[in-house]
């Protein structure tokens, strides 16, 4: 009895041993299926999670959106990827910012919220990220677009909305863009040299400017100024500038000269002494490229409107035509608005090749009419430019010839919308409705 009890013990032992053996085997057999697993599929896991779509609510809709919508360039950083890093982040760095010693968890991740901001505007902001075009409806619709890119810092995108207009003019062998004053940045101006001998200096050149993260090559600068923000005196052919514009304009001179690394015209002991750059009042004068009062040129191919009638400029100065085809009775300038001041202070006189009137393009042609002159430029007064378009020259100043660096700006006057005193612009007014 005793030898069989010990044969049952070791039977059960050994049974034991034999049942524990394969638990073990089986354990380690599920391990390895999961230490595979974790090997082959955690990886693939991780790549999912990092890019997936994220979820941001604006206004009152929630949004969808892929994680490289932002990478094209100007758009990114943003106010998302400022914002909302974690939910940008890449594997390497999955808390963008934040030191991850000491920590017990990891943080809350909240899904981004805008509620001050128009879910239908974000929609048309995504729908032009994926690169499709949008039907801009009007400027109230444009300045929505706009302001919102502005809000959520996609610099390139708010590039391709604004008001532009970019074409290749055959006669100047250019390619210009037309930008309105407010809208141009800092990066885009450039400015390139006229074309001159080489063993000569360049006698100017005209400013070009090229949209930031948008055009490949930059176009000849035609700025639009409006607002009512330009007089225009005739008898000196200089602009004066009020308001926004006289700061813009001054900033944009400021500009270029850094571009063409002119000194300040001011002795830097009278500058310090007067508190520095920033304490200078603004106007153009401050700047090494112009006068308070700007100079500007008007030839034969500018476009004029004058209180509502089209004026054209031929050898002795402007013309309109009336309804019947013929010149009207408004009286002209018998000066060439093309010519500018030289040395002396005096006005050149026109090349006597240039025709003496013009004409339509019509057989029918009524003789014109006989036309009122007036005696010199002075007795034309002075014009407010409604909205004037402007290419910008540099050239060297008719005061220093000969100087180093003695330059200035010119604008010469492309489309002009213009009033002459108090009473056209009160003839251009309307009545409430």
Not at 174 to 191: T, W, Y
Not at 275 to 294: F, H, M, R, W, Y
Not at 380 to 387: D, N, T, V
């Amino acid at each position: 009895a005793t030898m069989f009890s010990h044969e049952m013990e070791a039977t059960t032992y050994g049974y034991s041993l034999t049942h524990n053996s394969i638990a073990v085997s089986f354990l380690l057999l599920i391990l390895a299926s999961i230490s595979q697993k974790l090997t082959t599929e955690v990886p693939r896991l991780i790549s999912q999670l990092f890019n997936s779509e994220i979820f941001i609510q604006i206004g009152d809709e929630d949004f969808k959106i892929p994680r490289d919508i932002f990478s094209s360039p100007g758009n990114s950083p943003n106010f998302f990827t400022l914002g909302f890093a974690a939910f940008f982040a890449s594997p390497n760095e999955v808390f963008p910012g934040l030191a991850r010693l000491g920590l017990t968890r990891p943080p809350s991740i909240i899904p981004p919220s805008v509620h001050n901001r128009s879910a239908h505007i974000f929609t048309e902001i995504l729908h032009l990220l994926r690169g499709y075009p949008l039907h801009i409806r009007n400027e109230e619709h444009r300045a929505e677009l706009i302001r919102d890119c502005r809000y959520f810092h996609l610099k390139g995108l708010e590039q391709t909305i604004i008001l532009h207009h970019i074409s290749y003019n055959i006669e100047r062998q250019k390619s210009e863009i037309v930008l309105r004053l407010e809208d141009i940045r800092q990066s885009g101006i450039s400015f390139v040299a006229d074309v001159s001998p080489s063993d000569r200096s360049p006698l100017g050149g005209w400013v070009n400017y090229a949209r930031p993260f948008v055009d490949e090559n930059s176009s000849e600068l035609i700025i639009e100024i409006g607002g009512e923000n330009t007089k225009l005196e005739l008898g000196t052919m200089r602009a004066e500038f009020h308001g926004d514009a006289k700061a813009r304009i001054t900033s944009l001179f400021q500009v270029i000269a850094n571009k063409m690394n002119l000194p300040t015209t001011m002795p830097l002991g009278l500058m310090m002494a007067s508190g520095g750059i920033g304490a200078q009042a603004v106007s153009p004068g401050n700047t090494p490229l112009s006068e308070d009062k700007v100079k500007v040129r008007i030839e034969r191919d500018a476009h004029v409107l004058l209180d509502g009638d089209e004026y054209q400029l031929n050898g002795d100065g402007f013309e309109t035509y009336g309804d019947d085809g013929a010149f009207s009775d408004r009286p002209v300038i018998s000066q060439p608005l093309s010519a500018t001041l030289s040395s002396t202070g005096s006005w050149p006189i026109m090349d006597t090749s240039i025709p003496k009137h013009i004409t339509r393009p019509s057989s029918t042609q009524p003789p014109p009419r006989k036309r009122k002159r007036r005696g010199s430029l002075d007795e034309f007064g002075e014009w407010i430019i409604r909205k004037g378009q402007w290419r910008l020259h540099v050239q060297p100043r008719g005061d220093f010839i000969g100087a180093p660096q003695a330059m200035e700006i010119v604008l010469y006057a492309v489309k002009l919308d213009a009033v002459s005193g108090e009473r056209g612009r009160n003839m251009l007014r309307g009545f409430l409705s």
